[in-house]
DNA sequence: TATTTTGGTTGCTATTCAAAACCAAAATAA
DNA sequence: TTATTTTGGTTTTGAATAGCAACCAAAATA
């Protein structure tokens, strides 16, 4: 992985894990239902070493699970944790931007529907806190929350 | 840049653009307000010929603008343009899942209020296709769209 | 028993990153 | 007016990473 940084920031700390071109094309296939190497490997064209090596991170840093099959041996699979399934709206809002601006000659490629209901998802909203949904543009302006480190809270302070 | 994803998959695209750890954050701090070369600067700490490079990058692939400004001079502001102010949902359910899987001991560090109305934003919602949000948690499986490429069509034809 | 598949590891080379030095034009200070 | 600093870079250099290809052992299959 490339140099990590250290920032008190949210975005940063998410950029850490899944900022470069290839763990979110992982974790994509996992939501798509791959579980074994070969089936990351041939959905996304990713190098063998390169898989091996984000795999063992995604494990280390609690986004999968590694879990053997076949009696005791070297075969395995590989699911998504709470944590990883959790990275879905990245993965939504990525593929809308992606069918707005860079398929927009071909059009929107891939949808999701609810396995029940065969409701497809729309676009995501954006709600405010009070969960009453953002209709009109608004100006936003970035805000220190409760917790927030000493650096971040001078750098954002009220005005 | 790192080699460019040629699947058609709206995600692979926006990887191919966004897939590094530096780009985002810049991104991030022309939300944030920033416009000159050294405000990106110091706010991210990126070395300073990465940062042209992908001032430049961002530039040419239309997600910032590049003004002239101080009369005839190398003086430069850089804003988003619609397509990079399309990239908010994608900082935002990053910044969301990084205040709760990065930052679970020291709590959320930063949110965003409107400046207007003062509101803040609460996460972003998942909506179906006619508008209606998702409460329940769902399963869900991919499809292809209209336009979709043929590729894509095969893959995800429905069962 | 022989062959293929799975899930890697190990080199090797090319590219990219990242720090530091350097630089010219513009703005500011003396 | 001249000197200094700031801005917005480019160039150079070593270190890290990517990505290809070869290799390999255990498990599954023929």
Same mark, same amino acid.
Request: proline share 4%.
């Given at each position: ?9 949210? %975005? ?9 071109? $290839? ?9 798509? +239902? ?10 996304? &064209? %990713?190098?063998?070493? %390169? ?18 099959? &076949? ?25 809308? $931007? &992606? ?7 071909? +059009? ?13 998802? +729309? ?23 409760? &917790? ?12």
């Amino acid at each position: 992985m490339t140099k990590q940084h250290k920032h008190y920031c949210p %975005i940063s700390r998410a950029l850490n894990l899944v900022g470069d071109s $290839w763990t979110l094309l992982v974790v994509r296939e996992a939501f798509y +239902g791959a579980t074994r190497f070969n089936e990351f490997r041939t959905h996304t &064209g %990713i190098a063998k070493n %390169i898989l091996s090596d984000r795999l063992a991170m995604l494990v280390e840093q609690g986004v999968m699970d590694r879990q053997d099959i &076949g009696d005791k041996g070297t075969r395995y699979a590989y699911t998504l944790t709470q944590k990883g399934k959790d990275l879905f709206p990245v993965l939504m809002s990525m593929a809308q $931007w &992606g069918d707005k601006w860079a398929f927009a000659e071909e +059009g929107p490629q891939v949808g999701f529907e609810d396995k029940d209901s065969g409701k497809r998802l +729309g676009p995501m909203k954006l709600a405010f806190e009070d969960g009453s949904l953002v209709t009109r543009p608004v100006n936003l302006r970035p805000v220190a929350r409760k &917790g927030a480190h000493p650096v971040v809270k001078a750098r954002f302070a009220n005005k």
